[in-house]
C-alpha cells in the first residue's frame, strides 16, 4: 500500500521489458519494511526530456541501465571517483538539490568474486586474471579490482591481461587508471600460452546472451581445475562459455551474482540501510529459482 509519504525509486533505460531490477528492489523494500516503490521508466528519449520531469514526481533515486549511463553521469553535479574514471554512472540520487551520480556495476563484480573465493584478489599472489571485453562492464570491473589490489598494501605481483578487439578501447581503459604495469593487453594467442597461470576469468561481453548467442570466445583447453570463470551473462545461466568450463571443472561465478549485489549497493545508497544477510540470501535463492 501506497502512501504520502512511500519514496519512489526507478530503472531508466531502453529497452526495459525483462529487467529484474523492479523485482530486486521492491523485494528489498518489503524485507526492510520500508515505504519505498521501485518503477519502470522506459522511453529513448530521457536526454530531451531530462530529470526535471521525474524530481516533479518525487523520484528520490534512479538505477540508469544502457543507452543512458553517459548521460547520467553527465547531467550530475557530483560524481563518485568510479564515475569520474568510466564516465559513465548507472545510479543517481536526487539529494538536498544536487543530483549525485554513482556506479555500482564494479563493486557488484568485485562483491560476486569475493564471496566465492577471496585468494582469487590476492595481490600478492603472481597469477594472472583475464578480463574478455572492453565495453563499460568490463571498465567497471577493471576499475574496481585494480583499486582492491592496490589498497591491499602488499606488493602487487597479480596481473590482469584485457582481451579484445578494439585495441584503441583497451589501451584508454589502461591509461584510465593509475596502475603502472599490473595491467597489459594481451592477444588470443599469448593468452593461450599463459592459460595456466591465468587462474580467474571474466567474461564481460555480451556473447552467449539470450537473442544474441554466438560461440564461446575461448576453447575448452583454455580451461583447467584451477581456472575460475566469471561470465557475467545471467541469462541463460550457463552460457557456452560456461558450459566449456565446467566440462574442464572450473569452479564458476554465476553471472546473476553481479546483477544482485550491484543492486544491494543501489539499495543501500537508496536507502542508507545496510542490508541483512539473511535478506540477501533470501533473494539470492529466489532470483536463481527466476532464472533456472
Known amino acids: ?11 531508466l533505460g531502453f529497452p526495459l521489458s525483462h529487467t529484474l531490477s523492479p523485482w530486486i528492489h521492491n523485494t528489498l523494500f518489503q524485507l526492510a519494511n520500508y515505504d519505498g516503490v521501485y518503477l519502470v521508466f522506459e522511453r529513448q528519449d ?3 526530456v531530462g530529470l526535471g520531469s521525474l524530481q516533479m514526481m ?12 553517459e548521460w547520467a553521469f553527465q547531467t550530475a553535479d557530483e560524481a563518485c571517483t568510479a564515475s569520474k574514471t568510466m564516465k559513465a554512472s548507472n545510479t543517481l540520487l536526487f539529494e538536498e538539490g544536487k543530483v549525485l551520480a554513482k556506479n555500482t556495476d564494479g563493486e557488484g563484480a568485485l562483491k560476486s568474486i569475493l564471496v566465492q573465493d577471496k585468494s582469487l584478489l590476492r595481490s600478492d599472489d603472481s597469477s594472472q586474471i583475464l ?26 605481483h597479480k596481473k590482469i591481461r584485457i582481451l579484445a578487439r578494439n585495441t ?8 584510465s587508471l593509475d596502475a603502472g604495469n599490473m595491467i597489459q593487453p594481451i592477444t588470443l594467442d599469448a593468452a593461450y600460452e599463459e592459460s595456466k597461470n591465468i587462474s580467474l576469468v571474466i567474461h564481460t561481453t555480451p556473447v552467449g546472451m539470450k537473442g544474441i548467442g554466438g560461440d564461446a570466445l575461448l576453447g575448452k583447453d583454455f580451461f583447467h581445475k584451477d581456472t575460475t570463470l566469471f561470465d557475467i551473462v545471467y541469462n541463460p545461466l550457463e552460457t557456452p562459455l560456461v558450459k566449456l568450463a565446467k566440462k574442464k571443472r572450473s569452479q564458476i561465478i ?6 544482485l549485489y550491484q543492486g544491494i549497493r543501489q539499495f543501500e545508497y537508496f536507502t542508507k540501510i545496510e542490508p541483512k544477510q539473511k535478506w540477501i540470501k533470501a533473494i539470492d535463492t529466489l532470483l536463481l529459482n527466476k532464472l533456472t
Open 58 to 69: 518525487g523520484v528520490w533515486g534512479l538505477s540508469v541501465t544502457i543507452p543512458f549511463k
Open 46 to 48: 530521457w536526454p530531451a
Open 254 to 259: 554465476p553471472g546473476y551474482s553481479m546483477l
Open 168 to 175: 584503441t578501447a583497451v589501451q584508454e581503459m589502461i591509461e
Open 131 to 156: 578480463i574478455l571485453g572492453s565495453g563499460g562492464s568490463a571498465k567497471g570491473i577493471l576499475f574496481s579490482i585494480a583499486e582492491y589490489l592496490k589498497n591491499q598494501n602488499k606488493p602487487i
Open 1 to 11: 500500500m501506497y502512501t504520502n509519504n512511500t519514496k519512489i525509486y526507478g530503472i
